[in-house]
Each structure stands twice: as C-alpha cells, then as structure tokens.
C-alpha cells in the first residue's frame, strides 16, 4: 500500500469512528444492546474475512493469550457500554470529547500500574488534557445531566485506557484480525444475557443502523486502521485518530443540531492539540522502570 493511499485508509477510519456517537444517537434501544449488537455484526464480518483470506481465528490462541483476551474484551465492553451511555444522557459531542481523555489515563495507567517513569512532556500533556477536559465539563453539578453524561464518558476513555494497556501486554503472537475477532466475541459473551430481551423490540431501521455500526465502525475501520499501518508509522496514525472528536461533532451538528458551548469547543480543541503534540514530538528514551 502507498503513503498516499494508507493516509486516505486512516482518515476513512477516522470519519467512521467519528459515525460511531451517531450510530449510538440513532439506534433506539438501550447502551448494552447497541453493544452486543454492534461487537456480533463485528464477529460475523471478521470470521468472514479471515475465511477469505484462509486464516483460522483459533491459531495460535493458547491459555494464557486467551486469559488476556477475555480481560481486554471484558475493558472493551465496558468502554462501548459507558460511551453509549454517555451519548444517550449527553449528546455525540461530549461524549466523543470525555472518551477523548483516553491518553491521559493511559499515562497514569502506565505509571501506576506498570510502574513506568512519565517523562515532563507526557505530564504537560497530561495536565493540558486535564485542563481541556474541566473546560468541557457542562458544570460541577452532578445533578445536571450532561455532566453525568460526561462523567460516563470519561469512565469511557478511562477503561478505554486499560483495554489498550492489556493489549500492548498480550497477545503479541497473534494478527490484529485474530485479537479483534476474540476481543468482540468476549463483548457479545458479557453484555448479550443483559440485552437479549430487547432485540426482539428493535424496529427494522435500527437493525439496519445497529448492522452498519458492527460492519462499517467496528470491522471494516479495524481492517483500515491495520491495513495503514503497513506504510504509517503508529504515530501518523495516531494523530489522524486524535480527529476523531472533530468529525463525530460536525456530524452531530449536521444531523441533530448538537451544538458544543464555546467553552467546550476551546476544551476540546486543548484536548485533541495535546494528543496532537503527542503524536508530533520525537519520542524520548524512557528511563529504567522502577522497583
């Protein structure tokens, strides 16, 4: 794949993460179902492509790469479960912009858990996510509902975070295809007893939105994503993801008339600059990890 052709693959998975909130806005059923649904659509399409390319979704999957599956699909079904809350109390913009938290917890994750040193850059970083994020805040009163809608979207990002750190630690041996294919199946395994009843009450346009966001936002984005990768580094990549705010609010805007207040565009815009800067700099040689 050509650079050209790998930067138009990344931002098409950019935009499709972005219909993610939208898909959530539109599907008329509660956050667990939209989850289920969305990660078995995702199962389906995955199976259907690693049979096309002769691969099996078994090879290679031992014990303990299993036991980091289930885990990282367990953080996964939650990060889905909270976002769609957040996106049905909140709106597609704020929730899109507290899951925007994600690197930050991501740091703290690697620094608390993994004992790993934060350079002052990933702590300016940080801090101006942090600050970004008060600034997104509705208000400090919890008896608001957009600001419990934030609050969701912040429990988003944060077990967005952990279902990033147990990938990095596991499964290392096994293709993306594989891991995305395992970690949807553990989503649909945890969330479809809670949901099942209320399938049976969808209307037919909802299967149809819920079917899109299982094919187009979970597997065919996967496989864009991937697929980039092979002539971007993950750096490159990342900073057209950190996009993903900015597409899913234009499409808020156009569709439902979800308008952020000022103070919350200037949030998110220190948000998804910090993330930005993050993908720019030069990466720095991490001290020896800490006993």
């Known amino acids: 794949m050509s650079r050209q052709n790998a930067l138009i693959s990344i931002h098409l998975a950019a935009v ?31 199976l259907i492509f690693m049979r096309w390319q002769g691969a099996s979704p078994f090879r290679g999957v031992d014990l303990r790469s299993a036991t980091a599956l289930t885990g990282a699909g367990l953080m996964l079904a939650i990060h889905w479960v909270t976002f769609f809350v957040s ?13 925007a938290s994600f690197p930050a917890f991501i740091t703290l994750t690697e620094w608390l858990v993994l004992r790993e040193r934060v350079s002052r850059a990933e702590w300016t970083i940080l801090f101006l996510v942090t600050a970004g994020l008060v600034l997104v805040t509705p208000s400090f009163d919890f008896r608001d509902e957009a600001t419990i809608g934030l609050a969701w979207a912040v429990a988003s990002g944060l077990s ?21 294919c395992w970690e949807n199946f553990v989503v649909v395994l945890a969330t479809l007893p ?19 966001l299982g094919i187009f936002c979970t597997a065919l984005s996967h496989f864009l994503l991937v ?22 609010i234009v499409f808020a805007a156009i569709l439902f008339a979800q308008y952020p ?6 949030g998110g815009a220190i948000m998804i600059g910090a993330i930005v800067w993050s993908g720019l700099r030069k990466p720095e040689p991490r001290p020896e990890t800490s006993q």
Do not use: C, M
Request: no cysteine.
């Open 160 to 180: 967005f975070a952990l279902f990033t750190v147990i990938n990095r630690k596991a499964a290392g041996h096994l293709s993306a295809y594989q891991v995305a």
């Open 16 to 46: 499709l993460f972005g219909l993610t909130g939208i898909f959530g806005e539109l599907i008329q059923g509660e956050a667990g179902l939209i989850t289920a649904g969305r990660a078995a659509f995702a199962v389906v399409s995955l």
């Open 87 to 99: 996106v049905k109390i909140s709106g597609v913009a704020i929730a899109t912009l507290g899951f």
């Open 194 to 212: 809670f949901s099942f009843g209320g399938f049976t009450e969808l209307a037919t346009l909802d299967w149809v939105w819920l079917a899109l």
């Open 227 to 248: 697929s980039s990768l092979v002539a971007l580094n993950a750096r490159s990549a990342g900073i057209v993801i950190a996009l993903e705010p900015v597409y899913a």
């Open 261 to 266: 207040s000022a103070r919350a565009l200037l």
